[in-house]
Structure formats: structure tokens, C-alpha cells
T-cell receptor, first 112, second 115 residues
């Protein structure tokens, strides 16, 4: 079973600040994903990566950026946080084709 | 185009009742995979089951069972003798074999089990 970790679990930050949400997995999965989700609502794919140095934007337009320098690490950065960024951010990874997505515990971000 | 529809937005049942969560999918591919996830109030998504398009056998795991019917493009999830701990949002998802890197999630069904 995949182990995937997200930090911080909760974050409250002021408008205009730069933040980075961390996501790491220990299973050597090539594919990693970031989803944005308001509590209990549908998931929106914002970024994904199929391997090192590969990143793509997802279906939902996002002002965030990602990087994939190492297989195990897929951080998401907001250069200037706004109240509209308040949401839960879920990181996921996947091994072989058509295997399940394994999710981290999520980061609940509040921008004041 | 791939699409997953969960028409039930919210369901409430009394503890010990059975409940079925509906999932209807669309895909042009003949090979695809279907999934169910549970999201409790704590927020993480927990994988429950994966089923491929060539295996229409129903599956039972404890109080959980899944009914896959290709003829109606449905993959329904039944909880028998519901418990308060079953209260969560449940998501159905589709991954097709050709673009297997992408997941298509339904909008989720929020289940509340009343003690």
C-alpha cells in the first residue's frame, strides 16, 4: 500500500503570502496528482505529473504551480495567496496503469 | 468522452437500514476500470474497490457489496445494515485503459447514517 504524506495538515495565511504545500510518497510511483476540493464537494484536477520533469495543468484553471524534480516529491506553490484559494488540496499518486489512486490526508488552506 | 454521474447528492438513512449509492458512467472504451472511494469527515479519500470492465461478477466485502452491470453502465454500491461510521461522502470514478493516467470522478454522494 502506498504511503503518501502531505504537510501542513492545516494552514491559515494572509492574503498575498507565498505558500508551498508539500507532498511526498514513498512507493516510487511515477504518476502524481493535485486535486482541489471544497469540503464534501467534487474533486477538481489542477496539476499532474507522469514522472520527473513532467508537469501538466489539469481541468481546473489554477494560479498555482508545481514541480517534479524528484520522483517522490511533488510540491504545489501559490505565489500570492487570495481568499478564493481557500479550499482543501489533495495530493495523490499512482503506480502501474489503472491501479487505484492513493491519496494523502490533504491540506486545508484558509486565506484571510 | 468519459463521464461519471452520481445523481444522489445526499442520502440519509437510519442506522441498520440498507442503502444503495448509484453510479452511472459513460465511456467509449471497451476496457476500463471503475472505483469507489470513501471520504469521511476527516477529509482523506479511502480506496474501497476497483473493478475492470471484463469482470461483471458482483463483489461482497463484509457489509459492502457492489453491483456492476455493463448493460446499464452502472456500478452501484450497497451498504447493508448501515452504521454511523459509514457516514461519509462516497465517490465513484472511472479510468479507461487508453488514457489510464486520468481519473474521472463523480460529484459524490453524501451519506448520513442517523443513530
Amino acid at each position: 500500500e502506498a504511503d503518501i504524506y502531505q504537510t501542513p495538515r492545516y494552514l491559515v495565511i494572509g492574503t498575498g503570502k507565498k505558500i508551498t504545500l508539500e507532498c511526498s510518497q514513498t512507493m516510487g510511483h511515477d504518476k502524481m496528482y493535485w486535486y482541489q476540493q471544497d469540503p464534501g464537494m467534487e474533486l477538481h484536477l489542477i496539476h499532474y505529473s507522469y514522472g520527473v520533469n513532467s508537469t501538466e495543468k489539469g481541468d481546473l484553471s489554477s494560479e498555482s504551480t508545481v514541480s517534479r524534480i524528484r520522483t517522490e516529491h511533488f510540491p504545489l506553490t501559490l505565489e500570492s495567496a487570495r481568499p478564493s484559494h481557500t479550499s482543501q488540496y489533495l495530493c495523490a499518486s499512482r503506480g502501474r496503469l489503472n491501479s487505484p489512486l492513493h491519496f494523502g490526508n490533504g491540506t486545508r488552506l484558509t486565506v484571510t | 468522452a468519459q463521464k461519471v454521474t452520481q445523481a444522489q447528492t445526499e442520502i440519509s438513512v437510519v442506522e441498520k437500514e440498507d442503502v444503495t449509492l448509484d453510479c452511472v458512467y459513460e465511456t467509449r472504451d471497451t476496457t476500463y476500470y471503475l472505483f469507489w472511494y470513501k471520504q469521511p469527515p476527516s477529509g482523506e479519500l479511502v480506496f474501497l474497490i476497483r473493478r475492470n470492465s471484463f469482470d461483471e461478477q458482483n463483489e461482497i466485502s463484509g457489509r459492502y457489496s457492489w453491483n456492476f452491470q455493463k448493460s446499464t453502465s452502472s456500478f452501484n454500491f450497497t451498504i447493508t445494515a448501515s452504521q454511523v461510521v459509514d457516514s461519509a461522502v462516497y465517490f465513484c470514478a472511472l479510468s479507461d485503459a487508453n488514457t489510464g493516467n486520468q481519473f474521472y470522478f463523480g460529484t459524490g454522494t453524501s451519506l448520513t447514517v442517523i443513530p
